[in-house]
C-alpha cells in the first residue's frame, strides 16, 4: 500500500489523501488483499473507493456502474476406473468419465439458454423496467455479433441482449480435462476428467447456496460406474452500487472534463470479487467504472488498452481528485457551520487572517474550513481587525488543527481588545493536547468537529 497525492491542476488548493492498493491475485482471485482489508479496515478509513475495471460501454460513452454481476468457479472432477484402460480391452463395460462428463455439461443447460440445477432463479432480483430500457438504448444485437464475429447470438430470447449481459445469470463450461489429447491417437478409456464450469450471478443469488444446489443436482447425475464430485475454485456474490452520493457526481464532471461525455449509468456483466471486501470492511462510497473499450478482446490473444482512452483515464482520475476535495470542502463546510454557536454574528480565522464570509480551504494545512477570502496574514494583530468589528460585535473563532490552544486563546485575547465578544471556537480537528481544557478555563466553549482518536486509530 502506498499512498500519495497526485499532480493536480494548479486551481487546486486543498489536498486529499489517496491511498494505493496494489495486488497482482484478482485473476485468481486471490485472498491476500481481502484479507488485508478486513485486517487493517481500521487503518485505512476511506471516504470513496475506486475501481476502475470496466470498459466504456461503446466507443466515445463511458459509464458507471450500479452493479456488478457475481460469480461462482467450480471444477465438475468425474472419476471412474482405477487407472485409465484400453477401449480394445474394457471398451462396452467399462466407466468412461469423459462420456459422463458430456451427459452431465448437456444437462445443466437447455438449448433455450435456460439453467437446470433447480432453484437456480428463485431468488433473482430482475432489473427495472427502466433499467431495462435504458441499457437496451445503449447494447443492440448487430454490435455485439460483430464484436464477437459469431452468426448469431444465443441464451433466453425473451431477455435483451442488453438484459442477458448486465441482468441475467449465467452458466458456462471453459475447458474439459481427461484422456488423451496429444497428437496422434491413443484409444484410452480416462480414469479421471474434469470440467470447469462457472457461473456469473445477479443480485438475490448466493454463491454459497448456488453451489449446494449444484452439487446435490450433480448426484442425481452421476452413470452407474462415475462418481461426481464439485470443487470450489472461486467465488464473488453480486455487488450492487449506490449512485446518489457526492462521488458519482464527482465522477460525472470528471468524465465531461477529460472525455467530453457524460456517462451512462449502467450495470457490468463481469465480476469483480475484491469489490464486495472494500464494501464490507470500509463501508465507503463506490465510484465503479473503466477506462477499457469494448473491442479490447480482454481474455484472449492479443488483449490491448487503447491508449488514447489510458492518458484520458488518467487525467479523469485527476479531475475526480480535484472535484472530491471540492466537495468535501463544501460538506465540512456545512458541517463546521452547524457547530457555530447560535447568536454568533461574525466569523474569525486568526491563523489565515481572514473574516470568513463562504467556503474555501486552509493554505496552511489544506484542511477545509469556511473560508472564501484570504488576507495578510496578520489577522490576529490589533491591526489586522481594526475597522471590521463593532463594539461587542459577538465573534466565534475558527481553527482547523488545534493543539495546546495557545494559538487560539491569543486570537481570542486580540479580539476582545478590538472590541469583540469570543462567543466560541469551532475546530476541525482537535489533537487531544489540552487545548479543550486551557480553552475551558479561558472561558471559551470549544466545539471540536474531530478529534485525534476519530481519525487516527489506536
Request: glycine share 12%; hydrophobic share 40%.
Amino acid at each position: 500500500m502506498a499512498g500519495s497525492t497526485p499532480a493536480a491542476p494548479a486551481t487546486t488548493r486543498a489536498r486529499s489523501s489517496p491511498r494505493f492498493l496494489i495486488e497482482g491475485e484478482e485473476e485468481i482471485s486471490g485472498p491476500s488483499l481481502p484479507r488485508f482489508l478486513r485486517e487493517n479496515a481500521a487503518r485505512i478509513p476511506s471516504d470513496y473507493v475506486l475501481i476502475a475495471d470496466g470498459e466504456f460501454t461503446a466507443p466515445g460513452v463511458p459509464n458507471l456502474l450500479t452493479g456488478l454481476r457475481g460469480l461462482l468457479y467450480t471444477e465438475i472432477v468425474a472419476e471412474g476406473a482405477a487407472a485409465d484402460l484400453h477401449s480394445g480391452i474394457f471398451g462396452g463395460v467399462a466407466p468412461n468419465p469423459l462420456n459422463t462428463l458430456a451427459h452431465v455439461i448437456s444437462a445443466l443447460k437447455g438449448r433455450d439458454g435456460r439453467i437446470t440445477v433447480p432453484g437456480f432463479y428463485d431468488d433473482v432480483v430482475q432489473p427495472t423496467e427502466e433499467e431495462v430500457a435504458a441499457w437496451d438504448r445503449l447494447k443492440d444485437e448487430a454490435t455485439l455479433k460483430r464484436l464477437m464475429g459469431v452468426r448469431a447470438l444465443e441464451g433466453e430470447e425473451e431477455f435483451s441482449p442488453a438484459e442477458r449481459t448486465w441482468g441475467r445469470p449465467t452458466l458456462d463450461v471453459h475447458g474439459i480435462i481427461g484422456g488423451f489429447i496429444g497428437e496422434g491417437s491413443k484409444t484410452v478409456i480416462p480414469a479421471r476428467a474434469r470440467a470447469k464450469v462457472s457461473m456469473r450471478l445477479v443480485p438475490g443469488q448466493d454463491p454459497d447456496e448456488i453451489h449446494q444446489s449444484l452439487a446435490t443436482y450433480l448426484k442425481g447425475l452421476e452413470t452407474p460406474g462415475v462418481a461426481l464430485s464439485l470443487v470450489r475454485l472461486g467465488q464473488a456474490p453480486p455487488v450492487l452500487a449506490g449512485v446518489d452520493h457526492p462521488g458519482i457526481a464527482a465522477a460525472r464532471k470528471a468524465f465531461v472534463k477529460s472525455f467530453g461525455a457524460e456517462p451512462v449509468l449502467v450495470r457490468e456483466g463481469g465480476s469483480v470479487p475484491v469489490t464486495v471486501d472494500f464494501q464490507e470492511a470500509l463501508q465507503p462510497m463506490l465510484m465503479l467504472t473503466g477506462f477499457g473499450l469494448p473491442d479490447d478482446a480482454l481474455h484472449s490473444p492479443n488483449e490491448k488498452m487503447d491508449l488514447e482512452q489510458y492518458h484520458r483515464g488518467t487525467e479523469m482520475v485527476l479531475h475526480l481528485m480535484e472535484e472530491l476535495v471540492a466537495g468535501g470542502c463544501r460538506r465540512l463546510g456545512v458541517e463546521l457551520a452547524r457547530l457555530v454557536p447560535a447568536g454568533t454574528q461574525r466569523l474569525a480565522c486568526p491563523e489565515l487572517g481572514a473574516v470568513l464570509l463562504g467556503g474555501a480551504v486552509s493554505m496552511e494545512t489544506g484542511l477545509p474550513m469556511c473560508i472564501v477570502r484570504k488576507e495578510a496574514k496578520d489577522y490576529g494583530t490589533s491591526r489586522g481587525i481594526e475597522g471590521r468589528l463593532l463594539g461587542g460585535e459577538k465573534v466565534c473563532l475558527v481553527e482547523d488543527v488545534l493543539t495546546t490552544g495557545g494559538a487560539a486563546l491569543a486570537a481570542a485575547e486580540k479580539v476582545r481588545a478590538a472590541g469583540g465578544d469570543v462567543v466560541g471556537l469551532v475546530g476541525v480537528l482537535d489533537r487531544e493536547e489540552g487545548a479543550a481544557e486551557n480553552l475551558a478555563r479561558a472561558g471559551i466553549p470549544f466545539h471540536p468537529l474531530l478529534r485525534r482518536a476519530d481519525v487516527i486509530p489506536e
